[in-house]
């Protein structure tokens, strides 16, 4: 289902998340250039008049909020601002929990922002691991095994995925190898992970978006994904780029997070013009079967699901061939 709301909930939408983010003196810069990009791109309303903007307590937006989807869709967004604060204290968790609580919406960020705020940054990024490691069998290729292991390398993956570099070039399974090829790592197989399975999706995803794997384009992948069809597994990708490259406090197999990215040049423009895009899309190509389609010209695979072309397109985070 694509990520939208009624043109009449957005006012209150939006002076939600103010009230939400207005604690400790005020939203940061961050919180508001990124409620800003997120604003001009997915409710076309800018950013101008914020200061003027009525905040709505977590009561008042629930009594203005009534569908349980735009509730759901709203503490969404919030989670985003959550994570760009920083440091992230317990006064903004507090918040977000008390807008959650009013709104009836339960998700997994609750516990584990609680846990970065009451117990430590370790215990958060094990909580965090374990949260990761039950959603891994449901963002992995589904073509693909269950989980692959993480003390064996697959040959046979390997030599799969290699092969698809022999396909036409503009072909999907030819551009997913020069995708491997510009960002200088082996294809999944080549070395023992348990993340090989769901590299194989997450990077057909990529290449499909025509997205990058900069740390803004993986935040902005992401939200692409959330906003495309803002099922459970989209929501979990979402939550979990979030606390990997902005809240910084995840660790997924051997990889240590990041911090901090929507405060870089132009990360938050790029994560409201990504939302956008998904949500203009027709369908979810994140998890289906990605070799069935390998063989096919990737633009057509981008007009079977309504993919737009990014606004900028040489921006640095894309990568964006043909005319559509």
């Known amino acids: 289902m694509s990520f939208s709301f009624a043109e009449t909930s957005i006012p209150s939408v939006i002076a939600g998340l103010l009230g939400a983010i207005d604690v400790d003196g005020g939203p940061t810069d961050d919180q508001l250039r990124v409620l800003g990009a997120i604003s001009a791109h997915l409710f076309h309303v800018p950013a101008?008049?914020?200061?003027?903007?009525?905040?709505?307590?977590?009561?008042?937006?629930?009594?203005?909020?009534?569908?349980?989807?735009?509730?759901?869709?709203?503490?969404?967004?919030?989670?985003?601002?959550?994570c760009c604060r920083h440091p992230l204290g317990d006064n903004q968790v507090k918040a977000v929990e008390e807008y959650a609580s009013a709104l009836g919406v339960e998700s997994p960020d609750l516990q584990l922002f609680r846990s970065f705020i009451d117990n430590s940054r370790q215990q958060a990024?094990?909580?965090?691991?374990?949260?990761?490691?039950?959603?891994?069998?449901l963002r992995s290729?589904?073509?693909?095994?269950?989980?692959?292991?993480?003390?064996?390398r697959d040959e046979d993956l390997a030599g799969r995925l290699r092969a698809l570099g022999d396909l036409e070039p503009g072909t999907?399974?030819?551009?997913?190898?020069?995708?491997?090829?510009?960002?200088?790592?082996?294809?999944?197989?080549?070395?023992?992970?348990?993340?090989?399975?769901?590299?194989?999706?997450?990077?057909?995803?990529?290449?499909?978006?025509?997205?990058?794997?900069?740390?803004?384009?993986?935040?902005?992948?992401?939200?692409?994904q959330m906003t495309m069809n803002d099922n459970a597994?989209?929501?979990?990708?979402?939550?979990?780029?979030?606390?990997?490259?902005?809240?910084g406090f995840g660790n997924v197999a051997t990889r240590a997070g990041e911090a901090s990215i929507l405060e870089r040049d132009g990360a938050a423009e790029l994560l409201?013009?990504?939302?956008?895009?998904?949500?203009?899309?027709?369908?979810?190509?994140?998890?289906?079967?990605?070799?069935?389609?390998?063989?096919?010209?990737?633009?057509?695979?981008?007009?079977?699901?309504?993919?737009?072309?990014?606004?900028?397109p040489d921006d640095g985070h894309h990568f964006w061939t043909g005319t559509d």
């Not at 997913?176 to 200088?184: K, N």
């Not at 990737?298 to 737009?308: A, I, Q, S, T």
Request: charged share 25%; proline share 7%; glycine share 8%.
């Open 172 to 224: 999907l399974g030819h551009e997913f190898v020069e995708f491997y090829r510009r960002a200088g790592i082996p294809l999944p197989g080549s070395t023992a992970s348990s993340l090989n399975h769901f590299y194989v999706a997450h990077d057909m995803t990529h290449v499909i978006a025509g997205i990058e794997p900069t740390g803004p384009g993986e935040i902005a992948l992401s939200a692409f």
């Open 141 to 152: 290729e589904p073509s693909l095994p269950g989980v692959a292991p993480a003390d064996e």
């Open 125 to 137: 990024a094990e909580d965090f691991d374990r949260f990761f490691s039950d959603v891994l069998p």
């Open 48 to 82: 101008d008049g914020f200061d003027a903007t009525a905040r709505l307590s977590a009561d008042e937006l629930s009594e203005a909020l009534t569908d349980e989807v735009e509730r759901r869709r709203f503490h969404e967004i919030l989670v985003t601002l959550e």
């Open 272 to 312: 409201g013009e990504e939302m956008e895009r998904g949500a203009a899309c027709t369908g979810d190509f994140s998890l289906v079967d990605h070799f069935a389609l390998a063989p096919l010209p990737l633009e057509e695979v981008r007009r079977r699901f309504g993919v737009p072309a990014p606004k900028r």
């Open 233 to 247: 597994v989209n929501r979990a990708a979402l939550l979990s780029s979030l606390i990997f490259h902005e809240a």
